[in-house]
């Protein structure tokens, strides 16, 4: 068996990585692009090697032949590499190779384990494509498959707008072709369609004709665990590096915060909160098909968007700010009382200390003695109480804090109820609704109890005419994006799944909880009202250590909170997802255990 690889084009979607280099010589955990494939093709026997060229041909060319002198190269150059697809350079292999083996047929974007070559090497099947199911992120040429029978290709160019991805699977671009297809029916067709007809098209057309004429029977070779990455801009370099670096996995999520959709199938995050049973398939599928329409209009004013916020928490919509996440108002915050004496929590949510920098602080030990909060806010003009707190889940009674803010009218009270949903406390808002305080602000970020961390939904509410009017004049004028806005109006036609999200959540957390409280290097597990549990590791355990292993061996995200703590103790916040998957947790704590031993 010989390869033959594609590897002439310049790279445009790799710009600007690409215009000093060419794109297989970009390294992916130390290694090239194309020094991975010649390896991986290594492994499994295959040496004799054609390589397609154009784009900084000398470059690649001599690269190869200082870099693998156990491989035999021979190169065929296209001139016409910014003008033509692959289907032109294919054509110009088959013109120029002797084609008297089997032939193992690869573009040069792939990056993956060994064990993909082995898969296709090894099929018993003449003829064989590498296919995997189709995943949100995956682009270019997809197929169908039957009875493990590739039925139809469909390029780039043949996917339109309203073409559905469910029931296909996206190829690897790596082909098992027998020299008896490549030679009777592929050759001829592909180069006769290539210089006659069109130039710039993909040679899976041709491969997807013989199907249809019944010349070719293609396997499929479904992908199961194998790792691969298919490399066609910089995001997907990131993705690549994420799979084949596993030492470079917690940086890599560490530094975004987020934007973790192209790492949900790779990785399980208990790092970042949100509901696990919200939205309901019915809702998503009412955002899906409204989806283009939504993109194409703006959101509304701010005082629509306050009615309909207003609308869901059945509240005065006079009194309410929506704001594009919580995250919004802490400039605002920080503005409106600088330079006054504060009193926070300590530990708490990062975004109170950095508006606060010179607040007084009480501790969640865990659990908050109520008389030091008394004492220390004889000392503030402004208290803030995160209820439930995070990361230590402490949760402090409602009623205790409408007295505690009723009896100081001269202290400005700040409740951040973002996770209160999950505990069996009430909201301050109704409440305030029929017994208004003018010195509270209830703040809540809607993205944990909603579950839409990414349409950025929150509010300030108060029953302060002249804040809510100060908060309305400091927002821009389109302040919600329309995706966002479109999730507060089918909000209020699904509040009862809402509610028994709220409560399988607050199930699950028990008994994740008792689940954790078995695990050996648990110390202890606290109480939470959040969606997400603190626990305490035994003496000599390391939380980071921990998080950093479990991440690289099981693929768990895990937040190392020992440094807010700051009591010499070990400390993990995890988030409560969906049972199998906290069990899968806990197994993985277990195992660890096992190996400290």
Request: hydrophobic share 45%.
């Amino acid at each position: 068996m010989k390869a033959l690889i594609l590897a002439a084009g310049y790279g445009n979607r790799m710009r600007p990585l690409t215009d000093g280099q060419h794109k297989t010589l970009l390294e992916v955990g130390g290694r090239t692009i194309i020094g991975r494939i010649i390896d991986g093709l290594a492994a499994v026997g295959v040496t004799r090697i054609c390589v397609v060229t154009g784009y900084r041909a000398d470059e690649l060319e001599s690269s190869l032949l200082r870099n693998h002198p156990k491989a035999t190269f021979e190169f065929v150059r296209n001139p016409r590499y910014e003008e033509t697809n692959n289907i032109y350079s294919l054509a110009l292999a088959f013109e120029k190779m002797e084609i008297d083996e089997d032939l193992l047929l690869i573009e040069s974007d792939l990056v993956c384990e060994p064990a993909v070559f082995e898969r296709i090497a090894r099929s018993p099947y003449p003829d064989v494509a590498l296919v995997d199911h189709y995943r949100t992120g995956m682009d270019g040429t997809v197929v169908t498959v039957v009875d493990g029978v590739v039925t139809s290709v469909i390029p780039p160019h043949l996917q339109a707008g309203d073409f559905s991805f469910a029931d296909k699977y996206k190829t690897l671009n790596i082909y098992k072709l027998s020299k008896e297809l490549c030679n009777r029916s592929f050759k001829k067709i592909l180069t006769f369609y290539a210089r006659t007809i069109d130039d710039s098209c993909y040679y899976e057309l041709i491969l997807g004709i013989l199907i249809y004429l019944q010349k070719a029977v293609i396997r499929a070779e479904i992908i199961d665990r194998e790792k691969w990455a298919e490399i066609d801009d910089p995001n997907d370099l990131r993705m690549a590096e994420f799979l084949f670096s596993p030492a470079k996995r917690r940086r890599i999520l560490d530094e975004t915060m987020g934007g973790y959709w192209s790492f949900e199938d790779e990785v399980t995050d208990f790092c970042f909160i949100r509901n696990m049973y919200f939205p309901p398939p019915s809702m998503m599928a009412e955002v899906r098909n409204n989806l283009a329409r939504l993109l194409r209009n703006y959101g509304s004013t701010q005082a629509v968007l306050d009615r309909k916020l207003a609308f869901f928490l059945l509240c005065n919509p006079t009194r309410v700010s929506a704001l594009n996440g919580l995250a919004q108002i802490y400039p605002f915050l920080a503005q409106r009382f600088a330079g006054k004496r504060a009193l926070v929590p300590a530990p708490t949510f990062g975004e109170y200390t950095r508006t606060f920098p010179d607040a007084l602080t009480y501790r969640d030990r865990p659990g908050i003695d109520l008389a030091e909060i008394e004492a220390k806010a004889a000392q503030a003009e402004v208290v803030v109480l995160v209820n439930p707190n995070n990361p230590t889940g402490t949760t402090i009674a409602s009623d205790w804090i409408y007295g505690f803010a009723r009896s100081r009218p001269a202290t400005t009270v700040i409740v951040d109820e973002s996770f209160l949903a999950f505990s069996s406390e009430p909201s301050l808002v109704p409440r305030l609704e029929a017994e208004p305080l003018p010195n509270v602000m209830v703040l809540t970020s809607l993205s944990k109890s909603l579950g839409v961390p990414g349409a950025r939904i929150g509010y300030l509410y108060t029953c302060d005419a002249q804040l809510t009017a100060d908060v309305s004049a400091w927002l821009p004028v389109w302040n919600m994006n329309s995706v966002a806005e479109h999730l507060l109006e089918i909000i209020l036609k699904n509040r009862q799944t809402l509610a028994r999200s709220l409560k399988a959540t607050a199930a699950d957390r028990a008994a994740f909880a008792t689940a954790l409280a078995e695990v050996p290097i648990v110390d202890t597990v606290h109480p939470s009202g959040g969606n997400f549990l603190m626990v305490t590791l035994k003496s000599g355990v390391s939380a980071k250590a921990l998080a950093d292993d479990l991440l690289r061996t099981d693929a768990l995200y895990l937040k190392d909170v020992t440094a807010k703590m700051a009591d010499g103790r070990d400390h993990l916040r995890l988030a409560v997802r969906l049972p199998e998957e906290n069990l899968r947790l806990c197994a993985a704590l277990a195992r660890a255990a096992r190996v400290a031993r």
